[in-house]
């Protein structure tokens, strides 16, 4: 049996990758998994830099709980909009999210209404809020994206570099074969590969590296919200980078959403902090 999934570069073959597993009659999708324990992460993270900070963990905890759902819900809103054809055939697909289709973006939007909420409630700055669950939001966003490798999606066009991925023809959806991408089959011991760029583990990488960069300046940091917003601008020119790579970017009049609204973000970012830190400088003098 040929391998489901190869990295020639690296000379890593994965021999049989399955999507999910049964386990007493039911079907769980590792997507799913991946997910949960993506959420679990980002809680964990979360409650402990808010113990650090001197503040109460509990509160996070009952904030994050309604908060996931809310992003969850604001995540797959956000795919279902910009992807309705996928949709439009069959509307209750929306509810089945064990196939994918959750676009962080929309996750995020949800998470800051419900910021704005906690912090009207708690009396907690909303910047010292989303301070706090920056590092284990990015935290969970690097363990999410290995559900698009599960489920051989969210990669890009073809490439022959270090980390080319070759993923067996039969097992890639519709959906991720754009006919205006650079796309190219390769044949291995008979079997049909498509080869592209992973970009689920660039972003995943990048997301990390985000991570640590967040858990180091944090002590740095001159105003509440500012890691949150260095947040934003480092995960919003990766994923513009990245996104730029990928065969199913989400499209409006052309344009590659992800990819703008990351820029945008990028340049909110750093146009914000320098704001913010020269009005901060100018009252110290």
């Not at 289709?101 to 009396?123: N, Q």
């Not at 260095?230 to 199913?248: K, Q």
Request: hydrophobic fraction near 50%.
């Amino acid at each position: 049996m040929q391998p489901d999934i190869r990295f020639p570069g690296l000379g890593i073959e994965i021999q049989h990758l399955s999507k999910g597993f049964d386990i007493f009659g039911f079907h769980i999708a590792w997507y799913g998994v991946l997910i949960a324990v993506a959420m679990f992460t980002g809680v964990m993270i979360t409650g402990r830099l808010a113990r650090k900070t001197g503040q109460k963990p509990e509160a996070y905890y009952d904030f994050l709980l309604g908060a996931i759902i809310v992003a969850v819900i604001g995540a797959r809103l956000y795919y279902v909009l910009f992807s309705w054809s996928e949709f439009s055939d069959n509307p209750l697909r929306i509810f089945n999210l064990r196939t994918g289709g959750l676009a962080i973006y929309g996750g995020i939007i949800g998470g800051v209404l419900m910021a704005i909420r906690f912090s009207k409630k708690s009396g907690i700055s909303f910047g010292r809020i989303v301070d706090t669950c920056a590092p284990g939001i990015i935290a969970g966003q690097a363990i999410g994206r290995w559900g698009n490798f599960i489920n051989r999606e969210a990669f890009g066009g073809y490439t022959d570099n270090l980390f080319a991925m070759q993923i067996k023809y039969t097992d890639v959806t519709q959906g991720n074969l754009n006919p205006g991408a650079s796309l190219q089959t390769v044949i291995h011991e008979g079997v049909q590969y498509l080869q592209v760029h992973p970009t689920f583990l660039y972003e995943s990488i990048w997301n990390v590296f985000i991570l640590v960069l967040l858990l180091v300046l944090r002590k740095r940091m001159k105003f509440d919200g500012e890691l949150f917003c260095l947040y934003l601008g480092g995960y919003g020119i990766g994923r513009f980078i990245i996104e730029g790579l990928r065969t199913d970017q989400l499209r409006i009049f052309g344009v590659a959403v992800s990819q703008a609204l990351g820029l945008m973000l990028f340049i909110f970012a750093v146009v914000y902090i320098f704001i913010r830190r020269r009005r901060a400088a100018s009252e110290t003098l």
